[in-house]
């Protein structure tokens, strides 16, 4: 397996903390219980980090992006548990890419150049 990157390992640490807290659920909407297995916690979180050897390489794209996804919203177990229903720009050096900062993939309606 090659190497993690960044947005990987963060969702890797957040899924085992989850199975940590009991927080980790199995099977499609949670539906399967509580994860007991530290094996079935790491493939779970491997699989939600697009970071399987199992999957190919376009499926494990389409699975980082469904979780960041789940993350931005504030859908994790985790967040769901502390009541957040939106992330932001928490975490980040910068302001957020709503707020038009330096790490912002396009550029805001002020900022842009007329």
Avoid at 75 to 91: C, F, N
């Amino acid at each position: 397996m090659a190497k993690e990157s960044m947005a990987q390992r963060k969702t890797t640490g957040r899924v085992m903390h989850e199975f940590a807290h009991g927080e980790l659920k199995s099977g499609r909407g949670g539906k399967g219980g509580k994860v007991k297995s530290r094996r079935q916690a790491i493939a779970i979180a491997l699989h939600e980090a697009g970071a399987s050897k199992y999957e190919s390489k376009a499926k494990n794209r389409k699975d980082l992006a469904k979780t960041k996804r789940k993350e931005a919203t504030g859908r994790t177990a985790q967040q769901e548990k502390e009541g957040k229903s939106h992330v932001g720009a928490r975490g980040k050096r910068e302001s957020s890419r709503a707020m038009g900062g330096k790490n912002a993939k396009t550029a805001t309606r002020r900022n842009r150049a007329s």
